[in-house]
């Protein structure tokens, strides 16, 4: 399984351009030992020479000022049983996908670097509320296709879920999604609060759980609290 992240780059001007860009070329980062390759690509683009590119694009037609570039990454789950070489071309795919008409730097462990201003059309790629769960959609359709699984999307209730906690979710390591299993399976053994509460604290966990208070909070044995809103789904509410 894979997921697509939005890496905010505050900085936007040539300078930072080229820093990011060379950040994600890192020898260390992009060499593939098994293919003694480094595994940088460039769609529409030589991902060699990306920064040129994109710099000749923007002045082509005027537009060198403003944000100048876009961050992405594509992260696989550990458990999943691909190579560098496989999540390289499958980068490439969602890439030439995603961001058509634009030039875009590659490089995996999968970073995406988009040139803000399209090569063909002059214009200059615009980012929506939306955007993310569409990139997110276009990256599980390509995993499907590749015989990879995907991450089941979070359409519950609550609060929006942020984007380290869908990537810890996806690698197994949020401690939100731990609570929200053991709440699975002490609802399975209860048939009332006094139940669901004794079957908590078996779990070792304890409640704040008042009829003052609009939200049932819970205290886990690492020490975290949580609100039942923040689990993002309804059936975890009070």
């Not at 053994?189 to 078996?202: L, P, Q, T």
Request: contains cysteine.
């Amino acid at each position: 399984m894979a997921t697509v992240m939005y890496i905010p780059e505050h900085r936007q001007n040539r300078f930072a351009m080229r820093a990011v860009i060379n950040y994600c070329m890192q020898e260390y980062k992009t060499y593939d030992s098994k293919s003694k390759r480094q595994l940088i690509s460039g769609v529409n683009c030589d991902g060699t020479n990306a920064f040129q590119e994109f710099m000749a694009t923007k002045k082509v037609y005027g537009k060198d000022n403003g944000i100048c570039f876009y961050h992405y990454a594509q992260s696989f789950s550990p458990k999943e049983k691909i190579t560098p070489e496989q999540a390289h071309e499958i980068a490439l795919e969602f890439a030439e996908k995603a961001w058509s008409g634009h030039e875009v730097l590659v490089t995996t462990h999968s970073h995406f670097i988009i040139n803000s201003v399209g090569f063909e059309s002059g214009m200059k790629l615009r980012q929506s509320p939306s955007t993310l769960k569409k990139l997110r959609k276009l990256s599980d359709e390509i995993c499907f296709a590749h015989g990879l699984s995907v991450l089941k999307p979070y359409e519950g209730g609550g609060k929006r879920m942020s984007t380290r906690e869908y990537r810890a979710r996806m690698k197994g390591e949020s401690w939100k999604q731990k609570l929200a299993n053991d709440i699975d399976k002490a609802m399975e053994f209860s048939g009332s609060k006094v139940d669901f509460i004794r079957s908590m604290s078996i779990f070792g966990y304890h409640m704040t759980w008042t009829d003052e208070r609009k939200y049932l909070t819970f205290h886990c044995p690492n020490g975290k609290s949580g609100r039942d809103i923040r689990l993002h789904d309804d059936k975890y509410l009070k």
